[in-house]
T-cell receptor, first 113, second 117 residues
Framework: GENVEQHPSTLSVQEGDSAVIKCTYSDSASNYFPWYKQELGKRPQLIIDIRSNVGEKKDQRIAVTLNKTAKHFSLHITETQPEDSAVYFCAASRDFGNEKLTFGTGTRLTIIP | GAVVSQHPSWVICKSGTSVKIECRSLDFQATTMFWYRQFPKQSLMLMATSNEGSKATYEQGVEKDKFLINHASLTLSTLTVTSAHPEDSSFYIC?????????????FGPGTRLTVL
């Protein structure tokens, strides 16, 4: 089955700096890669996703890049703000919607004011 | 986006009792629902996938006789933890998807925190 690795497990950055979180996956059939933000005790929130026919996607301060050949994808957050502090999970799936998601191990991001 | 609810939001029970958790899609028909378990400071681990009207597909290592899943309608799936023990204490989260509704992602419920004494 799919295996998703995520690094780093914790990340502290100064407010205003950029944060990068990286994930690798094992299943070459995976073609949907969402990123979730989870605050303590709450549900995961989809913040951005990318499909395998695209190499990069950007939404304001958040961007995701995908290298399908190397089987890795990354989340980039620019101009970080204190409210970006949370746990971030990457995930991989063979399709959006009806296919199961395999989650990475999570990254606890702390923004230092 | 679509709305998924869970009930109860938290439950405390004695060891040996059974607990039922409901997952509802409020404004769309969910052909597929997923049940995840999340232990403190860990990731979400898929327990099972359920499709409306058919038996759930359990992930390796998840006891189907202990975690009973029923997906009787397009808007409701239930997870029953039978004979719960302290090691079953966890955050249980469901998600729902229904591409026929036009939504192409999974929508997560708010989670149910189970504490077994």
């Amino acid at each position: 089955g799919e295996n998703v690795e995520q690094h780093p497990s914790t990340l502290s950055v100064q407010e205003g700096d950029s944060a990068v979180i990286k994930c690798t996956y094992s299943d070459s059939a995976s073609n949907y890669f969402p990123w979730y933000k989870q605050e303590l005790g709450k549900r995961p929130q989809l913040i951005i996703d990318i499909r395998s026919n695209v190499g990069e996607k950007k939404d304001q301060r958040i961007a995701v890049t995908l290298n399908k050949t190397a089987k890795h994808f990354s989340l980039h957050i620019t101009e970080t703000q204190p409210e970006d502090s949370a746990v971030y999970f990457c995930a991989a799936s063979r399709d959006f919607g009806n296919e199961k998601l395999t989650f990475g191990t999570g990254t606890r991001l702390t923004i230092i004011p | 986006g679509a709305v998924v609810s869970q009930h109860p939001s938290w439950v405390i029970c004695k060891s040996g009792t059974s607990v039922k958790i409901e997952c509802r899609s409020l404004d769309f028909q969910a052909t597929t629902m997923f049940w995840y378990r999340q232990f403190p400071k860990q990731s979400l681990m898929l327990m099972a996938t359920s499709n409306e009207g058919s038996k759930a597909t359990y992930e390796q290592g998840v006891e189907k006789d202990k975690f009973l899943i029923n997906h009787a309608s397009l808007t409701l799936s239930t997870l029953t933890v039978t004979s719960a023990h302290p090691e079953d204490s966890s955050f249980y989260i469901c998600s729902a998807s229904g591409t026929a509704s036009g939504y192409n992602e999974q929508f997560f419920g708010p989670g149910t925190r189970l504490t077994v004494l």
